[in-house]
């Protein structure tokens, strides 16, 4: 069965620069989220998207933004890099939302990019 | 807000025995789904069980199983007949509004031979 993709895998950047990830959803998800996994610590929520409108914000500093784009997949722009910002980013899809939090859709998760801040 | 509590940092069980990971939660919400995610070495983010908070039996996937207690808001992983392939990093998860997962701080699982 055909899974999340993220590319690139792993990426390099000095402070300041941009670096921009992008998701592609399992076919047929609607909602993509994206969440920052810091070493040794469990992954934190972003943000995430439905039907190409945002859906929640979560910790994401003013320096990221994200959109998702007609054919579902989502990217995450990133700017003025900081080396606080090397992480594990994962993007995650499911089928949609069922309504305030109660949720009945599971989210299956890509193998993330580790990004890396010299 | 809803909240989810690990409270075994590492854990190690010998290969074929028995483990079990245990999880609390807090949700002002009545209906919900709880997940159990698995991450080994590799860092990928594997789904291993759900249990949707409704129903009252326990949700079973081969080896793994759950002891879901709505009352008490606890949510155990159990591991049965251990392999070395289950050594990972262990985390229960609980959607935290407008479906977010809030991830509690995970559980280091080592299975030794």
């Known amino acids: 069965a055909a899974g999340v993709i993220q590319s690139p895998r792993h990426l390099i950047k000095e402070k300041r620069e941009t670096a921009t990830l992008k998701c592609y959803p399992i076919?047929?998800?609607?909602?993509v989220y994206w969440y920052q996994q810091g070493p040794g610590q469990d992954p934190q929520f972003l943000i995430s998207f439905y039907e190409k409108m945002q859906s929640d914000k979560g910790s994401i500093p003013d320096r990221f933004s994200a959109q998702q784009f007609s054919d579902y997949h989502s990217e995450l722009n990133m700017s003025s890099l900081e080396l606080g910002d090397s992480a594990l980013y994962f993007c995650a899809s499911s089928l949609g939302p069922s309504g305030g939090a109660s949720s009945t859709d599971t989210q299956y998760f890509g193998p993330g990019t580790r990004l890396t801040v010299l | 807000a809803q909240t989810v509590t690990q409270s075994q940092p590492e854990m190690s069980v010998q290969e074929a025995e028995t483990v079990t990971l245990s999880c609390t939660y807090d949700?002002?919400?009545?209906?919900?789904?709880l997940f159990w995610y698995k991450q080994p070495p590799s860092r990928q983010m594997i789904l291993v069980i759900r249990q949707e908070a409704y129903k009252q039996q326990n949700a079973t996937e081969n080896r793994f199983s759950v002891n879901f207690q709505k009352a008490a808001k606890s949510f155990s992983l159990k591991i049965s007949d251990s392999q070395l392939g289950d050594t990972a990093m262990y985390f229960c998860a609980l959607p935290g509004g407008s479906e977010k997962l809030v991830f509690g701080k995970g559980t280091k699982l080592t299975v030794n031979p």
């Open positions: 076919p047929r998800h609607d909602t």
């Open positions: 949700t002002s919400e009545s209906n919900y789904y």
